[in-house]
């Protein structure tokens, strides 16, 4: 009962610490890059303006992921970047299962100097708003 008797004489106190943590906490999430729609990516990837990095383990990318997504997974960005280097002027937008892990690899990339962006809601929302996935890598052209 105590605490609800500190709480009721310091109100002010709590919601200036409940105002500063939702600030802290927003600051770091957009610090792994700002969300972006389904609709918003699909519309830089058409014209040409971003790359879409799927951070999910390689099995989860091969089950089905967006076509034209590279598969970089979030454990190895650090060590992978270079895989992405010929995009550096594009905004790069990350994608995961559901959010979890695009952040922290957009910290990385932010870091390195990369304009980030994370696919709100992952891969989930993504299927979920029944958006195209593909299967497998991207066949490799053939050299006759």
Same mark, same amino acid.
């Given at each position: 009962?105590?605490? %609800?008797? %500190? ?15 939702? #600030? %802290?906490?927003? *600051?770091?999430? *957009?610090?792994? /890059? ?22 999910? !383990?390689? @099995?989860?990318? $091969?089950? &089905?992921?967006?076509? =034209? !997504? #590279? ?5 190895? #960005? ?5 895989? #992405? ?13 559901? /959010? $979890?892990? !695009? &952040? &922290? @690899? &957009? ?5 390195? =100097?990369? *304009?980030?962006?994370?696919?709100? /809601? =992952?891969?989930?929302?993504? $299927? ?7 299967? /497998? ?8």
């Amino acid at each position: 009962m105590d605490i %609800f008797i %500190f709480a009721s004489e310091q109100w002010l106190l709590i919601s200036l610490l409940l105002v500063l943590i939702y #600030i %802290f906490a927003l *600051t770091e999430r *957009t610090k792994g /890059g700002k969300p972006m729609t389904c609709s918003q990516l699909v519309s830089l990837m058409n014209s040409d303006q971003a790359v879409l990095v799927d951070v999910r !383990a390689n @099995a989860d990318y $091969q089950a &089905g992921h967006v076509h =034209g !997504a #590279i598969n970089i997974p979030h454990t190895k #960005i650090a060590t992978r970047l270079s895989e #992405i280097e010929k995009h550096r002027e594009k905004v790069i937008v990350l994608a995961d299962q559901m /959010g $979890q892990h !695009a &952040g &922290g @690899a &957009g910290k990385e990339m932010t870091k390195q =100097g990369y *304009t980030v962006r994370r696919l709100s /809601g =992952g891969m989930s929302e993504w $299927q979920q708003q029944n958006m195209p996935v593909v299967q /497998g890598k991207k066949a490799s052209p053939k050299k006759s």
